[in-house]
């Protein structure tokens, strides 16, 4: 069983917003780095964005910046993506998962989270 389950995938029309939640049922969030990725029909999975342990920082690929939010709730164990304006060019399963924190972090590889949730399918229509 993953210990990480994402919902709030939907299908949507162009310019709506949604919100993704991840919820940790491992007991592994509080220390470690979440991010999410998305993985568009038949291409690869890529990096959308990530977040610290404490939510001191946040990152974010270009296509997600002034469009997209990450946020974390240690207490409720949940890592949300606020997804806002959303583009066709969105559709795709999203993926949150979770690496610890260290010092040195490499984020925007899926290689170096351990833990993946099954994902969540998110449609955009035009």
């Known amino acids: 069983q993953e210990p990480l389950v994402e919902s709030g995938g939907s299908l949507v029309q162009a310019g709506d917003s949604l919100r993704l939640s991840c919820v940790d049922s491992g007991g592994i969030f509080s220390t470690y780095v979440v991010g999410w990725f998305r993985q568009p029909p038949g291409k690869e999975r890529e990096f959308v964005a990530a977040i610290t342990w404490n939510g001191g920082r946040t990152y974010y690929e270009d296509f997600a910046k002034g469009r997209f939010t990450i946020s974390r709730d240690n207490a409720k164990s949940t890592v949300w993506l606020q997804m806002d304006n959303l583009k066709p060019e969105d559709t795709a399963v999203y993926f949150c998962?979770?690496?610890?924190?260290?010092?040195?972090?490499?984020?925007?590889?899926?290689?170096?989270?351990?833990?993946w949730g099954q994902g969540t399918q998110v449609t955009v229509s035009s």
């Open positions: 998962a979770a690496q610890p924190q260290r010092e040195l972090i490499v984020i925007e590889s899926p290689t170096a989270y351990d833990y």
